[in-house]
């Protein structure tokens, strides 16, 4: 669902979670699938001490976006959170229409702008996260899917962590999991 200027404190999700669209974008959080499209920096939602155990999956013709806490969002602070289910984002559209994607993170599919704060969250998602299907732009990350924004800034991650042993898939390319790293 979709969350706006609210609060959501130490709650969690152990079902699984889709979201389809024919026609139109699909989000998917094991929390919340939208957060904030349209809030303010000065009044953000809050998603904290929260965890999902469940499997993520949003698939559409055109745009989708899965996290294993939230799918996409502008303002939010996400604190002390954690997930451990597979995410997925499918979205096989082959128009070029710029617009259309499919993202995937461990803790967040995509973070829309700069206005967002990320921290002190867990990824456990070792079964996988993957961006497939037509679309010319997929993303994944371990925390998160795409964190560019639309205002071409970064949102500084801080004291998060993900497992080395999340598999990574962009279309038909997995990555083994990360081993040996300091």
Known sequence: GESA?????????TGDVSATGTTNTAYAGGIVGES?????SSNPS???YCYSTGDITAKTATTSTSGGIVGGAQYVVIKSCFATGSVSSESSSSSSYPAYYAYAGGIIGWIWSNKITLKDCLALNT???KAIG?????HVGRIAGNNIGNDNGTVPLSNNYASTKIKLTVGDSPSDPT???A
Do not use: W
Not at 36 to 40: L, P, R, V, Y
């Open 5 to 13: 200027k609210s609060s959501i404190v130490s709650c969690f999700n």
């Open 46 to 48: 809050h998603i904290s």
């Open 179 to 181: 081993t040996d790293i």
């Open 134 to 138: 037509s679309v010319s732009k997929k």
């Open 127 to 129: 079964e996988g996260v």
């Open 36 to 40: 904030d499209t349209n809030g303010s």
